[in-house]
């Protein structure tokens, strides 16, 4: 058994990773991606499956990869292959650090793009560069906005070097730093474009949409969906929150932490439908219109509102920082593993990952105009990161470390790290163990096309199979019940 590690860096406030969890929580996904989601499955049916799938996937997931990142302080690669060796496995377990950070790498490569979408629009916005007639004149804007390689590299690249020079700074200095007003200014921001659409029309109509629950809306796809989100929106498996719970000192519990973190994540995905919706059917628009709600809908809403051109500037400065918060969390895990493992200053290893990335993101970049056509198996390169990563990387991640702690490690580790009361600790346990990992076979069984999931009239199957697989797995390696006889 290898002594537990000492901390080298942490944060210093009492906020500090709170802060810096939520602001790599809560970025493009909540408030780009989970409205356009909401609205394509459904409403209220899809929020509902989307918080369970948050409570009882991503909270326990979330909780492991703090317990991994703490109890190995160091970067994800470090970290998972510290708490295999406490528990005399082999190093071989850290694939799964290394899947964790290839994964946050790729997704920031594309992350930039969109992040850089926002920025072009922000200045769209306040150079009256959004004026249009129709959903039409909009997404005209839209494209040609993405036809040009040069200016959408450059929103891309401003992306990458305000991220890197916010990480190169260090975790104190640079992330705790920055996240303690960029935080709260983003929920600030939020908060004026609430009260706003609480008094100019389509508030209760947004309301009822997001929150009235009708049975019928239920869909496979969309409980797919959720989970997958759910990964998403919590930064899983991407070695963000591994990377940021190095940083976490001894005595905060990550239970507590890990609750706060999901559900201030969960509330701005709310507040967000709150702030967009209500503009969408004030001017009576389908709020199913996919990913360029925000991009084409939106707009077009504003600017038919009163303070609509004041409004705009509003929402993509908010929309922008939410953005940069959760680049800064993808690159940390990288930029870890080069100064832990090369010996690179902050700086250095901030500045040649941020080279790489900009390679990769140029590429991705190139996916929206010039490389249009250069694609494999009909996905563009933008496509298949996305695919690749949320299909793929993030799911098998998930699935490697919950298996991992709830068979594989030693249990005092965990139960040392998350200091629960037996119940707790055994819910806790059932979950890595059985459910989470049932929902994530569910999302490649279907990602693999194998098998159509029909959740709506196969939902006993799956129970029954849950409840088989769990006696099981408990009568080979009787954990759980452990929890209970002491
Ligand atoms: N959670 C962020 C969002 O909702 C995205 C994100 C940040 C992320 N860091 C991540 C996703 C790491 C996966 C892994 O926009």
Same mark, same amino acid.
């Given at each position: ?9 942490? !944060? ?19 408030? !780009? ?18 918080? +369970? $799938?948050?409570? $009882?996937? *991503? ?38 650090? !290394? ?15 969109? +992040? ?6 922000? !200045? ?8 249009? *007639? ?33 990480? /190169?700074?260090? &975790? ?29 029309? /389509?508030?209760?109509?947004? &309301? ?7 049975? /019928?809306?239920?869909?496979?796809? /969309?409980?797919? =969906? ?9 930064? @899983? ?63 077009? +809403? ?47 290893? +901030? ?80 979950? %890595? ?7 994530? %076979? ?21 129970? =029954?199979?849950? %409840?088989?697989?769990?006696? @099981? ?14």
């Amino acid at each position: 058994m290898t002594a537990r590690q000492q901390p080298k860096n942490l !944060w210093i406030g009492r906020w500090g990773f709170v802060l810096a969890a939520t602001g790599s929580a809560v970025g493009l996904g909540n408030i !780009w991606k989970f409205p356009y989601m909401t609205g394509e499955y459904g409403g209220g049916a899809f929020v509902l499956v989307y918080l +369970a $799938c948050i409570l $009882c996937i *991503g909270i326990p997931a979330m909780m492991t990869e703090i317990a991994f990142g703490r109890r190995g302080r160091g970067s994800p690669i470090d970290a998972v292959k510290r708490v295999a060796q406490e528990s005399g496995r082999g190093k071989i377990w850290s694939g799964f650090g !290394w899947m964790s950070m290839l994964a946050g790498f790729m997704i920031l490569s594309f992350y930039v793009v969109v +992040a850089g979408w926002s920025l072009a629009y922000l !200045w769209k916005a306040l150079s009256g560069g959004l004026q249009g *007639g129709s959903v039409d004149d909009m997404a005209a804007i839209f494209g040609a906005n993405n036809a040009n390689p040069l200016s959408l590299g450059a929103w891309s690249t401003l992306v990458t070097v305000v991220t890197m020079c916010i990480v /190169g700074k260090g &975790v104190q200095e640079g992330i705790e730093r920055n996240m303690r007003w960029m935080m709260p200014g983003m929920v600030l921001l939020l908060l004026v474009m609430i009260v706003y659409a609480m008094f100019s029309g /389509g508030f209760g109509e947004a &309301v009822t949409f997001l929150f009235s629950f009708e049975v /019928g809306k239920l869909s496979s796809a /969309g409980l797919l =969906a959720a989970m997958g989100h759910a990964f998403f929106t919590l930064s @899983l498996s991407a070695g963000a929150i591994m990377a940021y719970g190095a940083y976490l000192p001894d005595n905060k519990s990550i239970a507590r932490t890990t609750f706060t973190v999901a559900i201030c994540d969960t509330l701005i995905a709310l507040m967000a439908g709150l702030a967009i919706f209500p503009a969408i059917f004030a001017n009576g628009m389908d709020p199913a219109s996919g990913p360029g709600l925000i991009f084409m809908s939106l707009p077009l +809403a504003f600017q038919q509102m009163p303070m609509g051109s004041v409004l705009q500037v509003i929402f993509f400065v908010m929309l922008s920082v939410a953005a940069l918060t959760s680049a800064v969390s993808m690159i940390e895990a990288t930029v870890a593993w080069l100064t832990e493992r090369k010996g690179m200053s902050r700086k250095a290893a +901030a500045w040649s990952s941020g080279i790489v990335l900009w390679l990769l993101s140029t590429l991705a970049m190139l996916s929206f105009n010039l490389g249009a056509d250069w694609t494999l198996a009909g996905k563009n390169f933008f496509d298949w990161l996305d695919y690749l990563t949320s299909r793929w990387m993030m799911p098998l991640g998930g699935l490697g470390l919950c298996l991992m702690a709830g068979f594989l490690l030693r249990d005092e580790i965990f139960r040392d790290e998350l200091r629960l009361a037996r119940w707790q600790h055994a819910l806790w346990l059932l979950m %890595v163990r059985y459910v989470s990992p049932l929902g994530i %076979v569910l999302i490649f069984i279907d990602a693999l096309g194998v098998m159509s999931i029909d959740i709506g009239s196969q939902w006993p199957w799956f129970l =029954a199979a849950l %409840v088989v697989i769990t006696v @099981l797995g408990e009568m080979l390696s009787p954990r759980v019940k452990q929890q209970f006889t002491g």
